[in-house]
């Protein structure tokens, strides 16, 4: 691989830090990553939803790595990003016309398909699966990095397996510095929680896991309703999605979630921001704006409205990732209705919280 010494992109801990943001070396940054890609190596680039960490789809040995620098567990399978429609059916067999109908209104953009593979991405992509997740994201950095590379790009979000997503280039590199090739930054993430992943292979819909499409646009779409997976963690059946057994998106500290009628949410939230407060404990509280004041506490993250989830998801993860810098011992959030964005939102608070979520009337 050339060494960066060839180019005057700066470096942390060895991994290149290549400015993709709107000027004149774009391109040829993209170029440089497509490369590295196309050699096997690992380039984190930036999405509409989170920072993807990406490795040449069909190469085993360059995905592994994703796997041992994230240290995600190898039968959780990656989301394979592709830049065209069309590559649909060279990846992925028996694709149901309602697939290529989501596909038509949703992409480029948040969403994922599980469809059954072609057996052409290797089972290191796969986690041994038969099935495949495909989409294609919505950011121009992304789109221009697989055309250059000409490979479907696996990628999953450029965290260290368990922490909070990266939404900032910043993010990836306080994860990853040193052990991956490269980063694009191309600024902030507009979406901010990941994307929506629906199973699509015929049958009803299965939504595995809820993102930046919401829900009622699937259904709406679809004309009926897509279901949510009824899967428990105590099941002894195998999950649907393996991510579904994994506990992301996890601050440092502990986090409760109080969730239910909004009075007694912010009654229950004072309650134990005092106990703590008086126990020495460094608080951090997850508000949504309405609520900024009403409960007292110094470490104070502001989610955006209650009634504008979307907003929320954009701040989310970086919120959960400004409390470790603080150093809080434990974090305090607000639960939200689950409508629209605010099922994604909750189930990322929900992941965060682990068995720690206290329902409240
Ligand atoms: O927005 C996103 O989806 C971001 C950006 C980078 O595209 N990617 C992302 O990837 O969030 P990751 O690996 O963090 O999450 C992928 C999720 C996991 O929960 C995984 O279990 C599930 O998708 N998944 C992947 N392939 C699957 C398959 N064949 N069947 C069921 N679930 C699958
Ligand atoms: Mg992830």
């Known amino acids: 691989m050339e060494s960066s010494d060839d180019l005057n992109w700066p470096t942390q801990k060895g991994t290149l830090v290549i400015n993709a943001r709107n000027d004149g070396s774009v391109s040829t940054g993209i170029l440089h990553a497509a490369r590295i890609l196309k050699e096997g190596g690992l380039v984190a680039f930036p999405t509409e939803t989170v920072y993807g960490l990406g490795a040449d789809a069909l190469n085993g040995e360059a995905v592994a790595r994703i796997f041992a620098v994230k240290g995600r567990p190898t039968d959780n399978p990656l989301i394979v990003h ?182 007694a949410v912010l009654a229950r939230l004072q309650v134990l921001a005092q106990h703590y407060s008086e126990r020495g404990k460094k608080v951090g509280l997850l508000i949504s704006s309405e609520n900024v004041g009403a409960v007292a506490c110094e470490h104070m993250e502001v989610l955006g409205s209650r009634h504008d989830p979307a907003a929320q998801a954009v701040v989310l993860f970086a919120a959960l990732r400004r409390f470790d810098e603080q150093g809080v011992d434990v974090i305090l959030a607000e639960g939200y209705p689950e409508d629209g964005v605010g099922l994604a939102v909750m189930n990322r608070l929900r992941k965060a919280a682990g068995h720690r979520i206290i329902d409240v009337k």
Not at 103 to 109: D, H, N, V
């Open 82 to 263: 592709i830049d065209a429609v069309s590559h649909l059916k060279s990846l992925a067999v028996n694709i149901p016309s309602e697939a290529y109908a989501l596909a038509r209104r949703f992409w480029p953009g948040p969403l994922t398909l599980v469809l059954e593979s072609a057996r052409v991405v290797p089972p290191e992509t796969t986690g041994g699966l038969d099935t495949v997740a495909l989409r294609i994201p919505q950011h121009p950095v992304a789109l221009e990095l697989i055309r250059a590379a000409a490979v479907p790009v696996a990628g999953p979000s450029a965290n260290l397996s368990g922490r909070p997503s990266p939404t900032t280039a910043q993010h990836v590199l306080d994860d990853l510095s040193g052990s991956i090739d490269a980063v694009l930054d191309g600024g902030p993430c507009e979406v901010g929680v990941e994307s929506t992943v629906l199973d699509i292979r015929g049958g009803e819909p299965l939504l595995l896991r809820p993102g930046g499409v919401t829900r009622e646009e699937i259904s709406a779409l679809l004309g009926r309703e897509c279901r949510l997976p009824s899967w428990q963690d105590d099941s002894a059946a195998p999950p649907p999605s393996p991510g579904l057994k994994y506990t992301h998106y996890s601050p440092r500290a502990p986090l409760y979630l109080v969730n239910g009628h909004p009075a």
